[in-house]
């Protein structure tokens, strides 16, 4: 009798969870996406922490000792053959991210993660000029995609997943959560945000941030002392700025995109292509008579807050990282367009009389936004950054950089959702 009461009692219980979730559907959401981006945000941040104390480590190593930058075409040649061999099926690293948002094709294979790392690792190691957020974006899809079969994920919770993982490898690796979360919806379909997916990215992002920095992960910390009172000289200023950063991210798009079919019409064994880029690499090296364009460049980009740089730091710097990466190496675009955007915002303080740490944080993020088509991500980037004091200055930067690059992004697979300029626009846009 007691037992089927008890039965009696629990299908009861059943029925009201089942009623109360179909009448409450927010709840059973945000129970899920709680369960599922705790998971992820803490895989992903301890996966970043690994990923950035190595990598310090690795530039740490590389600075005391040049000598290793010689072997960077040997280096060039091992990453090729490891892609060669074991990755062709994730050659196309955060392209691959962005199909599956769009597709939610299969399961993204997990060898991607020791992959890129084992890629970036090697380049940043031997000296090429390349970022850390592509590194961070695939290990962090890669990682997060293993759960969408075991928790029988539907194809519009597999896209949500991928954006949260994006969200999170962004946050964790930069140490902006709440851009990283914004990036993750913005990247994803240029012109539409699926707000759907705004609390679990928000959620794995900031789980991810919070466990990388509880390792004792050290981020960069960027200032800026100063931003002058809005005139509208000062806006027109900074509208001049960002037509600049603009062209910039436009030039570099399309070039990487040209130098990477270049190498690849021209050398049909994949594994040359980056010890050819490396050789490339050595000799301009050797010709400048400097290392201040490989790796992340950091010191450089914090000399460009404080100091007036050689005004063509952001042209060099764009060369050897679209040879590094257009030829096989691996690693992300933005951290070199981080330089990119801050020395020529530094270079701009020759004849913009705008204070310089300013101008320079204006490129750090206007060039991204162009880059990427993420204009909202950077500017709020930039209060993560460098605080909300130069808000107006940086949103200018990052919307009139994003309008001026055009039908452009570092992303092939990145699609527009809508055009930036016509107020119609063809159907194959949003396909």
């Known amino acids: 009798m007691f037992k089927k009461n008890k039965k009696s009692v629990f299908r009861i219980l059943t029925i009201l969870i089942q009623i109360f979730f179909r009448k409450c559907p927010s709840v059973f959401f945000v129970m899920k996406w709680l369960f599922v ?10 996966a970043s922490a690994f990923f950035l104390q190595t990598l310090e480590w690795a530039t740490q190593f590389r600075e005391n000792h040049l000598w290793i930058i010689a072997f960077l075409p040997l280096a060039g040649f091992l990453v090729g053959l490891l892609y060669h061999y074991f990755g062709k099926d994730v050659e196309a690293g955060n392209n691959i991210l962005l199909e599956t948002i769009r597709e939610s094709k299969k399961t993204i294979p997990f060898k991607m993660a020791p992959l890129v790392y084992l890629g ?18 695939q290990m962090a899809a890669a990682i997060a995609d293993q759960f969408s079969k075991p928790l029988k994920l539907s194809a519009d919770d597999k896209r949500i997943l991928i954006i949260s993982a994006i969200a999170a490898g962004f946050g964790s690796v930069f140490g902006t959560p ?16 699926k707000y759907k997916a705004l609390f679990p990215a928000i959620f794995a992002s900031f789980i991810a941030d919070l466990i990388t920095k509880s390792l004792n992960t050290h981020h960069t910390e960027y ?31 399309k070039t990487i995109h040209k130098i990477g079919d270049f190498f690849k019409s021209k050398i049909s064994y994949a594994p040359l292509r980056p010890l050819i880029g490396g050789i490339i690499v050595l000799l301009s090296v050797w ?6 364009y490989l790796g992340l460049g950091i010191p450089t980009i914090l000399d460009s807050f404080s100091q007036q740089l050689p005004a063509y730091d952001f042209a060099l710097k764009a060369i050897i990282t679209i040879i590094t990466l257009a030829s096989g190496f691996k690693g992300g675009e933005v951290t070199p367009l981080f330089f990119i955007g801050a020395t020529l915002g530094n270079a701009l303080g020759y004849f913009i009389p705008l204070p310089l740490a300013l101008l320079a944080g204006m490129g750090f993020v206007g060039v991204f936004a162009g880059a990427t088509n993420t204009p909202i991500a950077c500017s709020i980037m930039a209060f993560e950054l460098f605080g909300i004091e130069c808000g107006v200055y940086v949103i200018i930067a990052c919307v009139v950089s994003y309008l001026f690059s055009g039908q452009n992004s570092i992303y092939k697979s990145q699609i527009l959702g809508k055009s930036k300029h016509k107020r119609y626009w063809k159907k194959e846009e949003y396909l």
Request: charged content about 5%; overall charge positive.
């Open 37 to 46: 981006t705790a998971i992820i945000g803490i895989l992903v941040g301890c």
């Open 120 to 137: 970036t690792m090697i380049t940043h190691f031997f000296g090429g000029s390349a970022g850390r957020e592509g590194t961070a974006l």
């Open 178 to 193: 709440l851009a990283g979360a914004i990036f993750g919806l913005e990247v994803s379909l240029t012109g539409k945000i």
């Open 223 to 253: 200032i800026i002392n100063f931003a002058p009172s809005i005139s509208f000289l000062n806006i027109v200023y900074a509208v001049i700025a960002g037509v600049f950063f603009g062209v910039c991210a436009a030039f570099f798009s």
């Open 287 to 292: 010709l400048m008579g400097t290392t201040k």
